[in-house]
Structure formats: structure tokens, C-alpha cells
């Protein structure tokens, strides 16, 4: 065998080599490039389900229905009072009989221009489902809680005419939708407004009542995902 026969069989086997080799880069690139489209595409499909989801299921509604002021000592620096607070909440959409809430560690207190004026209350957990109305019936209270000049300036002020007080309730509502069930934290603000005097020759300072035209809106009800579950929910129990 001659040196140009030797030479042309190695270069031909060379030249084949680098085709496997090229052919074989070319695959692992197209893998590569598959397998990163793919789970592009699986991670979009999970967001837009979580999204999807997440808008789909309705939350409860609040509505406040009576707020009494049974103590309010005001002084320049602090504030001490005691009142109760009527607050319902009910199935959004009472035609949804897939939806079921549940709520707990529920705490209630009012608030004074951005500030809290008593200590939360605790409310007991309930459940609710599909036509199903709660109410609760609170006394919040407050001792010597401190005021900055301006707040007890604005709240003497207030005081002699109508003073507009929030009644915010946080806590955590689980939520089950066919066999997917969620937990959301739950933030209620509802906006009440107190008149002060005697309140139908009674002992009570004062006393609010919303619209009852308007009790749909009374109350600002947001909630946000913590985490959800599938195939764990067994009725309207939810597995922790």
C-alpha cells in the first residue's frame, strides 16, 4: 500500500469523524434547545393556570353593620376606649356551590387615620358556604393608647361632629374549588362613621350605621395566595 493510499484513508476517516462529530454537537444543541422550550413553555402554563386560578375564585364579603362607642376619654396625648363592632360575612356568589371558605385566625380592630386606636380581637373561625351569612358582634378596646399632637387634635375636632373611623379584620381564608384548594392571607377594611351623643336615650356615645343600600360596598376585601394544594381537600376540610 503506497503513502498517498494511507494518507487518503486517514484523511477519509478523518473527514468522517469530524461529521459524526458535528452531526453529534448539532443533536446535543437541538436537545438542548427542545428541552429549554419545553420547560419555558411548562413554566408560562404553570403561571397562567396559578393566575387563572387565583382570579377565579371569588373571596367572602364583609359588611359592617353597627359600631357603638361604649367608653372614649380623650386627652392630649392619648386616647382610651372601648366599643362593639357588628360585622357579617357571607358567600360572594351564592350561586357557586364548588366554593367553600374557610375562615380563621381572624382579628379585629379599629383604626383612626392610618393609626390603630385598640388591640386586635380575636374572632372564632367559621365556615362558610354557599348561602351561608355570619355574624359577629366584637368589643375592641383601647387603654391609653398614645396619640401624636396632630392625631388628638383631629380627633377632638372630629369628635364634635362626625368622626370617621376603620374597622379593618386580618386573618386567613382557605378556600376549596372542586379539588383544588388554596390558602390566602385576608385583609378587610371597611370605612364606619361615628356621631357622638345620646343614642336613643341609651348610655351609649355613639353609634354608626352603614346603608343598607350600600352594604355590598361597604367593606374592601383583599386576599393574596400563600399556597395551594390538589387532590388534598376531602369535602369542605382542608388538609394542612
Not at 367572602?60 to 360575612?89: E, G, M, R, W
Not at 357557586?96 to 380575636?122: G, V, W
Request: contains cysteine.
Amino acid at each position: 500500500m503506497s503513502a498517498f493510499e494511507l494518507e487518503d484513508g486517514w484523511g477519509h476517516k478523518k473527514r468522517m469523524n469530524l461529521k459524526r462529530a458535528w452531526r453529534g454537537s448539532l443533536c446535543l444543541h437541538l436537545i438542548k434547545f427542545i428541552a429549554a422550550l419545553l420547560i419555558f413553555l411548562a413554566c408560562v402554563t404553570f403561571i397562567v393556570f396559578l393566575c387563572m386560578f387565583y382570579e377565579s375564585v371569588p373571596s367572602p364579603s364583609f359588611a359592617v353593620l353597627d359600631v357603638k362607642f361604649y367608653a372614649f376619654n380623650l386627652s392630649s396625648t392619648s386616647l382610651t376606649s372601648n366599643l362593639q363592632i357588628t360585622i357579617s360575612s357571607r358567600h360572594q356568589y351564592i350561586e357557586s356551590t364548588d366554593n367553600n371558605f374557610h375562615l380563621d385566625q381572624l382579628h379585629i380592630y379599629a383604626s383612626y387615620r392610618n393609626q390603630q386606636i385598640t388591640l386586635p380581637t380575636m374572632i372564632p373561625p367559621t365556615n362558610l358556604g354557599s348561602y351561608d351569612v355570619n355574624v359577629w358582634s366584637p368589643f375592641v378596646n383601647g387603654t391609653e393608647v398614645p396619640l401624636t399632637p396632630d392625631l388628638a387634635a383631629s380627633l377632638a375636632q372630629d369628635k364634635t361632629a362626625t368622626m370617621p373611623i376603620n374597622v379593618e379584620v386580618t386573618g386567613r381564608v382557605r378556600m376549596k374549588s372542586g379539588y383544588v384548594a388554596s390558602r390566602h392571607w385576608l385583609k378587610v377594611n371597611c370605612r364606619a362613621y361615628i356621631m357622638f351623643g345620646n343614642y336613643n336615650g341609651s348610655n351609649v356615645i355613639g353609634s354608626a350605621v352603614k346603608n343598607p343600600f350600600d352594604l355590598e360596598k361597604a367593606c374592601r376585601t383583599d386576599v393574596g395566595l400563600l399556597e395551594w394544594k390538589i387532590f388534598e381537600c376531602v369535602g369542605t376540610e382542608f388538609v394542612n
